[in-house]
């Protein structure tokens, strides 16, 4: 028996189209058959134009825009932190087993909280200020950086370490310009993830303790039932989530372009 | 003046709770600028003699000096070149050749001309730009080369550099090193599992048997080529069909063998 | 690591109580919440609330992300239909849900369900997908060759074939559940170790913080752990 049978480009674009097609036809159904009251599930295309609205209107304060410059930017403090800190001391341990065994027991009791546990302390030490998110976006943007660093460097071919140390580089060099650009494929995957895990981290935080911020644009919106501007929103969360991704991607492939031909 | 001397060097590995002696005993002197060659069956510890020297590893007894001084450690005052290149594929040709350079403190314009002036002497015109993926076994070899030979160090290791090349490539590599070694010579120790390599490239030809790994035998080749006239022949082909040239690797061979030692096992 | 602790906090006083609880303050805490309760609750109340949410969301959505996840792989007409949706709800961080989840559902624990269904169903779909994708032709093609019928199929070597990455989905299935609810049990709850942080943020009670932050990943450690076991017990021919 067959279960799979390869579908050609005509019959793929065919299923795909059936099924944004339902999935806004059923939307749309809803909203027609009144099933929940307009407040709560606006139609499609009122969601779009609030969102290109927003995008120059300002709500609660700020327009669309500005909320999202605001997030992104708590957003690249707390990544841009992780990456510092996460990359060079990743090298490290992987070069120095006393770092490795000084740094590994306070890291593992880190590790496994969720970054947004973080938010109680983080409203603690900032306040609404912009260093509670970013602390918490980097406690969750930090592991996978230095683990994906560590496990980088750690399996680096040995024969580059002695060639290295053969001619005469001191452990300065050998990090900078043997382990890091070996371990570079390793590192920018951790990147990625800890991107993703970061800019979640940061809708969680600005949920609770923000005064901008696209969370707390969102916020707002629910306190107010206005559907419509929530859900603006989540498109935009995504948006950037999907942008960030793609960037970072384009980052993998231009790192390695020495091993292509 | 670098001469590399073995005194007594013994070195043992633990494996699953016991202990391994690689290197029996070894008590061997290279001479300044003179080149010898180890063969040996594969497993006899000569890898081991060399990295041991270049300071990748450490003796369990004995000493090593080289230049009179006892070694600590890896340095470019002793270059090696691996048999898999180690070559950093991130860095291009010329950055490759530059490494070795740049903790040393050179004014950028003298790095610059060492740096092309090896290229040149080891035909990579051209390729300066180039990533090592780009180029043949044989090219990248001979940027290994290059990057040591730029540090002008006062000892060259060879692990079995040829080794991973076809044999077309080999032959041309052992024509050019042997060029180089007549024209600038250094102090060279050269592995090979290549009985042919090592007569046609050595003065002195060292056979260690195999593990622990001693010396069986040093058969002297220098006297002997000088008086047969070998670089006379620019051609290995030429050399190799010369009696003179049978008959030691023939006795090499027969060293080898007399120890149920086949070159691969 | 603990002596540090002890050290920065306590002993020299580094670090102000204020700011960060010391080891002893924190034991006190602890002490408080398992015997007296705090915030609505005694500790073992606040995790079963949390679990039972975790747990029950987690089942029920990373089932019917694996029925998904398989019927996509196995039919390449469902997973065309079904593509565009994930991808535009993908991006979409579960958190980002909440707000929505409780305009539509207020602030009682449905709203937190629908959260974790949310959470928990993505990885579900995804990794179910691909491990019932990366089962290698030769296997396929031995069934077919077999003549084994549609049902033996999916039971005898689509599911056992795709079971590694279906655990892997449902280890960040729950991952992901976890971290959900005790964000949204920050937002808005009376019970819950989420709340537990909250009251203790807003009581300004650092220890009882700290108290928080660890029965969640202590929680969230003894689930994963229950999770793996259940693995080993599902896939025995694996080392």
């Known amino acids: 028996m067959a279960h799979q049978e390869r579908l050609n480009q005509g019959e793929y674009l065919l299923w795909t189209g059936l099924g944004i097609t339902s999935f806004v036809g059923f939307w749309y159904l809803f909203v027609l058959l009144g099933v929940v009251p307009k407040q709560f599930l606006p139609p499609p295309h009122e969601v779009a134009l609030k969102f290109i609205h927003l995008l120059n209107e300002p709500f609660s304060g700020y327009t669309l825009l500005a909320h999202i410059a605001s997030s992104f930017q708590r957003f690249l403090y707390g990544f841009l932190l992780a990456v510092v800190i996460g990359v060079p001391l990743g090298l490290l341990m992987a070069l120095s087993k006393y770092a490795n065994q000084l740094i590994t027991p306070f890291f593992e009791s880190i590790r496994f909280v969720a970054p947004i546990a973080w938010v109680p302390f983080a409203a603690l030490w900032f306040g609404t200020g912009i260093g509670g998110p970013v602390l918490v976006i980097f406690m969750g943007a930090f592991p996978p950086v230095l683990i994906n660093t560590y496990r980088g460097a750690i399996h680096v071919d040995k024969k580059y370490l002695e060639a290295a140390r053969m001619l005469g580089a001191g452990k300065f060099r050998l990090m900078t310009e043997v382990l890091f650009p070996a371990a570079i494929p390793s590192i920018i995957a951790g990147l990625r993830i800890s991107a993703g895990l970061g800019w979640q981290s940061l809708v969680g935080a600005e949920l609770i303790v923000a005064s901008s911020g696209v969370g707390y644009m969102m916020v707002k919106g629910q306190a107010s039932i206005q559907t419509d501007i929530v859900m603006s929103g989540m498109i935009a969360i995504g948006l950037i989530g999907l942008l960030i991704d793609v960037l970072l991607r384009q980052a993998e492939k231009f790192a390695v372009h020495y091993k292509e031909i | 003046m670098a001469d590399i001397v073995f005194n007594s060097v013994q070195r043992s590995f633990k494996q699953g709770g016991k202990e391994f002696l690689a290197v029996g005993g070894i008590d061997l002197t290279v001479k300044d600028q003179e080149f010898v060659a180890i063969v040996g069956p594969s497993g006899c510890g000569k890898t081991t003699c060399l990295r041991m020297v270049a300071g990748l590893e450490m003796p369990s007894k004995g000493r090593i000096l080289v230049g009179g001084k006892e070694v600590k450690g890896p340095g470019p005052d002793r270059a090696v070149v691996f048999q898999q290149f180690a070559l950093f594929p991130w860095k291009t040709v010329q950055q490759n050749i530059e490494f070795g350079l740049n903790s040393m403190g050179l004014p950028g314009h003298e790095k610059q001309e060492k740096v092309s002036r090896l290229i040149s002497l080891m035909g990579l015109e051209g390729y300066e730009e180039a990533y090592p993926h780009q180029l043949s076994g044989g090219m990248q070899q001979r940027v290994a080369i290059a990057r040591a030979y730029v540090l002008e160090p006062e000892v060259l290791l060879m692990d079995e550099p040829f080794g991973a090349l076809d044999a077309q490539t080999r032959v041309v590599m052992q024509e050019e090193l042997v060029r180089l070694a007549r024209k600038n010579p250094k102090t060279v120790l050269f592995i090979t599992h290549a009985v042919e390599e090592a007569v046609y490239l050595a003065d002195r030809v060292v056979v260690m048997s195999r593990r622990p790994g001693l010396i069986r035998e040093v058969i002297d080749i220098k006297p002997i080529r000088e008086q047969e006239g070998w670089d006379t022949h620019s051609r290995i082909e030429d050399v190799m069909d010369l009696s003179s040239f049978v008959q030691l690797r023939s006795q090499i061979w027969k060293l080898l063998r007399e120890q149920n030692l086949g070159v691969d096992h | 690591m603990l002596l540090t602790w002890l050290g920065l906090t306590e002993w020299s006083g580094v670090v102000s109580g204020a700011r960060f609880p010391s080891p002893t303050e924190t034991w006190n805490s602890f002490k408080i919440i398992a015997i007296q309760g705090y915030g609505n609750g005694k500790l073992y109340q606040h995790v079963l609330q949390s679990a039972i949410l975790v747990t029950s969301g987690f089942l029920v959505s990373s089932s019917l992300g694996i029925l998904l996840g398989i019927l996509m792989g196995a039919n390449k007409k469902i997973e ?145 752990q229950i999770l793996a076991k259940a693995e080993r017990y599902a896939m025995p021919w694996r080392a």
């Not at chain 3, 009682?108 to 995804?126: E, R």
């Not at chain 3, 999916?154 to 989905?169: D, K, Q, S």
Request: charged letters at 10%.
């Open chain 3, 80 to 224: 065309a239909f079904v593509n565009p949706i994930f991808l535009t709800l993908r991006p979409i961080p579960p958190l980002a849900w909440i707000p929505l989840a409780i305009v539509w559902l207020g602030l009682g624990n449905s709203a937190k369900v629908m959260v974790i269904y949310v959470a928990a169903f993505v990885p579900a779909v995804i990794n179910t997908f691909t491990g019932v994708r990366s089962i290698e032709t030769p296997q396929k093609e031995a069934a077919a060759m077999l003549g084994v019928s549609r049902f033996a199929y999916y039971r005898e070597v689509l599911i056992p074939g795709a079971l590694p990455l279906i655990f892997t989905g449902l280890r960040l299935s729950l991952q992901a559940s976890w971290t959900t609810l005790v964000a949204a049990e920050l937002v808005g709850a009376t019970l819950g170790l989420g709340s537990i942080l909250n009251q203790a943020a807003q009581d300004i009670n650092p220890a009882m913080i700290l108290v928080g932050m660890i029965s969640v990943a202590i929680s969230g450690w003894l689930m994963t």
